[in-house]
């Protein structure tokens, strides 16, 4: 049974007052015309047999599954592909090209675990205390020595109550009383030649306490014992050097020096492990570099994507190249500068930073745990970095006074850190999918944008008239009868309307009767 909807019913939104058409009706009707143009203009793929009136419901929606199930599997191999962009873009491999490299020889910090000359420091105690010294100077002085985030927070309670010590100057009293030099190494040798100690290896502040470094940029320019170093110049070996080793003898035959091994760029701090605990059973250190550069393209990238920033690309404070140890050390000042006011003297002078005095250091102490705490510091490996792992320790029968630290091998490898996928390789990509399943390329959504944007206005302004027309032919054109049947059209297809069908009048319709509530005698109507 079919029933056609009756005018009265169809005409229900006349029951209330209308409104003579509007330019939101107006637009409306410009943009169902627009799509029905786009559809059968568009040079997406099924997408005109989607529109034609002719073609029967069944083709209609068979073309509308196809183009949805290719649009679903587009958008989802684009997210996958933009997922891949945002977190793997480069790959790492071996650069073999080894016979033109400038290799730098590592930075060697020297630390000596009682660094303090037993004459200096009580001379020291002399000078400025004299008779009135302090029960624990000796002890307060010591421990100032080797000052570090774990030591201030375990004794610098015990240390700063007391008044007489709290007018110090750290760093002075330190350059006063710990070893000069001459007076730790000698005999020291340069790829194989002999060298003069004090000159190659300065004094340094580190996080773990004083030390003596070789081939370090963040070395103190000057100390009160020798003049002003010259200008830094960083060490290098060739293929074709008789030694690729740094040789000292030490003077020191009763304590333990810890051995660090690191960058020339980078410092001795909380991010760098001991290589090696120097108690004189070991006379060689045999060491590897693993250096990892990155290509230029690879600034296109964001930071989040490549993981790692370049040297002149994060300007620090307290280093002129960017390396993931300087942005740790300047995030801790940070934060020892904005909980303290001031910064432990073990860092370098910065201006808009003070070194604490003796009686701030019990802020450091309260504090320890939140400086150090690495979570808190937003930094990433620098792009260009190198990392020395000892492969191995040549032992002696007997103690020995000399050390050497060397390159295990002549350096044939290297990593480079390129770029796999682009902006350009994720454009190509997104049209060569989208292109695969739809047909879509950069003019068909230039197109898309074009007819639901600017045509659709254009044509709100110059033919309204027509879009009256074609609004009101719509809304007058009777509506198809609705097939109630439930044959399926495979098996019997509608027939031929010869005759109209039955209609459904307004006036046939009988309300049913009023019932007046209780108490109510009136009809209401």
Not at 422 to 443: K, M, N, P, T
Request: net charge negative.
């Amino acid at each position: 049974m079919k029933i056609h909807p009756s005018n009265a019913l169809r005409k229900r939104k006349t029951w209330f007052p209308e409104k003579d058409e509007n330019i939101c009706s107006l637009l409306g009707t410009s943009l169902r015309h627009q799509t029905t143009e786009f559809f059968e203009n568009s040079t997406l793929h099924g997408v005109r047999y989607i529109a034609e009136k002719e073609r029967p419901f069944c083709e209609k929606f068979m073309w509308f599954s196809f183009t949805a199930i290719g649009a679903i599997a587009t958008c989802i191999i684009i997210v996958s592909l933009w997922e891949k962009f945002q977190t793997n873009p480069t790959i790492t491999g071996l650069d073999t090209d080894f016979h033109n490299w400038d290799v730098p020889f590592p930075a060697v910090t020297i630390c000596d675990r009682n660094a303090v000359d037993d004459e200096l420091l009580q001379e020291y105690i002399e000078k400025t205390w004299g008779s009135e010294t302090p029960p624990n100077a000796e002890e307060f002085l010591r421990w100032l020595s080797t000052l570090s985030y774990r030591s201030i927070a375990t004794r610098a309670l015990e240390f700063t109550k007391d008044e007489s010590v709290n007018t110090l100057d750290p760093k002075d009293a330190v350059f006063n009383i710990v070893r000069h030099c001459e007076n730790i190494f000698y005999d020291c040798e340069w790829k194989g030649d002999s060298e003069e100690c004090c000159e190659l290896v300065a004094p340094v502040f580190t996080e773990m306490g004083f030390c003596y470094a070789f081939n370090s940029k963040h070395a103190e320019k000057s100390w009160p014992w020798q003049a002003q170093s010259e200008q830094f110049t960083e060490a290098f070996i060739h293929e074709t050097d008789a030694k690729w080793s740094f040789l000292f003898n030490s003077f020191r035959n009763d304590t333990i020096i810890d051995v660090y091994i690191h960058s020339t760029e980078e410092m001795a701090g909380l991010e760098q492990t001991i290589q090696h605990s120097w108690d004189r059973r070991v006379e060689k250190v045999s060491f590897s570099v693993k250096h990892t550069y990155t290509t230029e393209d690879a600034r296109q990238l964001s930071i989040r994507q490549r993981r790692c920033i370049f040297a002149d690309e994060q300007k620090l404070e307290t280093s002129h190249v960017y390396t993931y140890t300087a942005c740790m050390r300047q995030c801790r000042m940070q934060r020892s500068r904005s909980l303290c006011n001031c910064v432990p003297h073990f860092y370098p002078p910065i201006q808009g930073y003070r070194y604490c005095t003796i009686r701030e250091l019990e802020c450091i102490a309260e504090h320890a745990t939140t400086i150090t705490d690495v979570t808190r510091c937003n930094c990433e490996l620098g792009c260009t970095h190198t990392v020395y792992e000892v492969e191995k320790l040549t032992a002696t029968d007997a103690k020995t006074n000399s050390l050497e630290t060397e390159f295990v091998s002549w350096p044939m490898v290297r990593y480079k850190r390129e770029v796999l996928f682009g902006w350009v390789d994720l454009l190509v990509s997104f049209g060569g999918i989208a292109g695969l399943f739809l047909g879509f390329s950069l003019l068909s959504g230039v197109e898309l944008i074009y007819y639901f944007t600017l045509r659709a206005c254009c044509a709100l302004v110059r033919d309204a008239d027509t879009l009256r027309e074609e609004r009101a032919a719509r809304l007058a054109k009777p509506k198809p009868p609705h097939d109630l049947s439930l044959v399926p059209w495979w098996k019997q297809p509608p027939p031929i309307q010869t005759s109209k069908p039955l209609k459904v009048q307004v006036s046939s319709i009988k309300l049913p009767r009023y019932s007046p509530p209780p108490g109510y005698t009136e009809y209401l109507p």
